[in-house]
């Protein structure tokens, strides 16, 4: 190990900076933002320092580098634009056996400052040891969007009740397996939802005995095919989901999240009889929540949009179980973003609608009446298989043959195709649809072409528009 990690607490010690600059300014935010009592030596100061020197927030000794300042402060930055300063500062603090790091010049520091996730009181620093700080960095941001967003809300609520937990339960290895108990299950998933207060009943059944395993379900949007779509709320849940009821549309590599010991069920419709399988899938969920599985039921997009979400909800409902629904980018907003097709546009569609162009046998066929107005884009789902008779039925009611429309095949993912054409001539431009395809029908169709340039690169895709 090259360096030591440790957290210091500088509330009210006395720590300086040499430099006045932009630079010792920044530094000067930090050490504040860790209630130190911060000290400029410099013979000028940029505004902003200017200004917290008035006010008194931080002392201002104006003058060239004074070593005398060395032995009463506990850390030294040298952050001045003069090397030979900044090496001065250093040979002072280590003569004084004090801790100083110099901005920017790795092998003059005794201390180097990480790269910060901060949610206090949860803190996460990393470092490369300055060797590589552009890593660190993007680690960092990484670890911040990987963090769930109540994460802070959990520490401070494990602080509160560890006093009653650490009386209740004196021996330690009890202790850890209680909070690790607590933290993977049901009490941590209520407060990263918000929801303290079932945390807390859930916790003091937990420490009575009485905590029988709280099933709940979560209606997951895994996003239209690249699995960099699906939120960050519902990644979190699949990550700590014991049993995953994954759709066909699901992107593979979004399982490669689940935990390693999670029961992962493909239940994903190949067409047909889909009303009896839609039942199965309905009572399913209902025993394995009811058996106390926490169980996300992962859907391709989003699961309100012909997801039949809604139907499993109210079976959830109806049995009177626990769930939560997250949302997720429907195949339309993301198939139309990575096609370069804005859905609506100030000067060509003031509105979208999204229809399906496929009812189970007996429901209602879509009325295209209302639909073909001009101004309007219309995202056809599930109507791949019927794509040349759609595109006709919509020139029966009215819509102009010339009216540009695009197929797009496995949206989002390495494998998408774009073809574009217009109502008369788009069936006849494609060979065979394949599945998944949706179809987007409007003026806002023809700015893919000069959209395409800067979308069409993270696909492999054969864009043929
Ligand atoms: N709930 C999903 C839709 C499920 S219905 C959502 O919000 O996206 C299934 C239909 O969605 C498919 O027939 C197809 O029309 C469309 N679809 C889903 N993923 C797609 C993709 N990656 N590319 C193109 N169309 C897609």
């Given at each position: 190990m090259d360096y030591f990690p440790l957290?210091?607490?500088?509330?009210?010690?006395?720590?300086?900076?040499?430099?006045?600059?932009?630079?010792?300014?920044?530094?000067?935010?930090q050490l504040?933002?860790?209630?130190?009592?911060?000290?400029?030596?410099?013979?000028?100061?940029?505004?902003?320092l200017q200004s917290l020197a008035e006010a008194g927030e931080i002392a201002h000794a104006s003058r060239d580098f004074d070593p005398a300042l060395i032995h009463t402060h506990l850390l030294i930055i040298a952050a001045t634009d003069d090397r030979q300063t900044n090496h001065a500062v250093a040979a002072a603090a280590r003569a004084s056996q004090r801790l100083c790091n110099v901005v920017d010049d790795g092998p003059a520091c005794t201390f180097i400052v990480p790269s910060v996730v901060d949610r206090s009181p949860l803190l996460i620093a990393v470092s490369s040891g300055g060797q590589a700080p552009m890593l660190a960095r993007s680690l960092r941001q990484q670890i911040?969007?990987?963090?769930?967003?109540?994460?802070?809300?959990?520490?401070?609520?494990?602080?509160?009740?560890?006093?009653?937990?650490?009386?209740?339960?004196?021996?330690?290895?009890?202790?850890?397996?209680?909070?690790?108990?607590?933290?993977?299950?049901?009490?941590?998933e209520q407060v990263l939802a918000g929801r303290e207060a079932a945390a807390d009943d859930l916790l003091e059944a937990q420490l009575n005995g009485r905590s029988a395993a709280r099933g709940e379900a979560w209606l997951v949007g895994a996003g239209p095919g690249d699995p960099e779509l699906i939120t960050q709320r519902g990644l979190n849940l699949l990550q700590r989901a014991d049993a995953v009821l994954y759709d066909r549309l699901v992107a593979p590599a979004l399982l490669d999240h689940a935990r390693r010991d999670a029961e992962l069920v493909c239940v994903g419709k190949q067409g047909g009889?889909?009303?009896?399988?839609?039942?199965?899938?309905?009572?399913?969920?209902?025993?394995?929540?009811?058996?106390?599985?926490?169980?996300?039921?992962?859907?391709?997009?989003?699961?309100?949009?012909?997801?039949?979400?809604?139907?499993e909800l109210q079976s959830l409902v109806d049995a009177g179980l626990p769930y939560q629904v997250v949302p997720g980018i429907t195949a339309a907003a993301g198939c139309a973003a990575y096609a370069g097709i804005p859905l609506t546009h100030r000067e060509l569609a003031a509105g979208v609608s999204f229809v399906t162009g496929h009812r189970a046998d007996g429901a209602p066929a879509t009325d295209f009446k209302p639909?073909?107005?001009?101004?309007?884009?219309?995202?056809?789902?599930?109507?791949?298989?019927?794509?040349?008779?759609?595109?006709?039925?919509?020139?029966?009611?009215?819509?102009?043959?010339?009216?540009?429309a695009a197929l797009i095949e496995r949206g989002t993912t390495p494998a998408q195709c774009v073809t574009g054409g217009t109502l008369a001539d788009l069936a006849a431009r494609v060979d065979k649809v394949a599945s998944p395809a949706l179809l987007i029908v409007g003026d806002v169709v023809a700015l893919a072409e000069s959209l395409r340039w800067f979308v069409s690169e993270s696909t492999d895709a054969r864009v043929a528009i």
């Open positions: 957290f210091a607490d500088l509330h009210h010690r006395p720590c300086l900076i040499v430099g006045g600059g932009a630079v010792a300014a920044r530094k000067v935010r504040r933002r860790a209630g130190a009592r911060v000290t400029v030596n410099a013979p000028e100061l940029t505004a902003e911040d969007a990987w963090l769930p967003a109540r994460v802070a809300n959990l520490a401070r609520w494990i602080a509160r009740w560890r006093k009653r937990v650490g009386q209740a339960l004196p021996s330690f290895p009890d202790r850890v397996e209680f909070w690790q108990q607590a933290l993977d299950g049901a009490p941590a009889g889909a009303a009896v399988k839609q039942a199965d899938i309905n009572s399913q969920l209902i025993a394995r929540v009811r058996r106390g599985q926490r169980v996300c039921r992962l859907k391709g997009g989003d699961p309100f949009i012909f997801g039949r979400g809604g139907e639909l073909v107005r001009s101004g309007q884009t219309l995202v056809i789902y599930m109507g791949g298989r019927r794509l040349e008779a759609l595109c006709k039925e919509l020139q029966t009611h009215g819509k102009s043959p010339e009216t540009p």
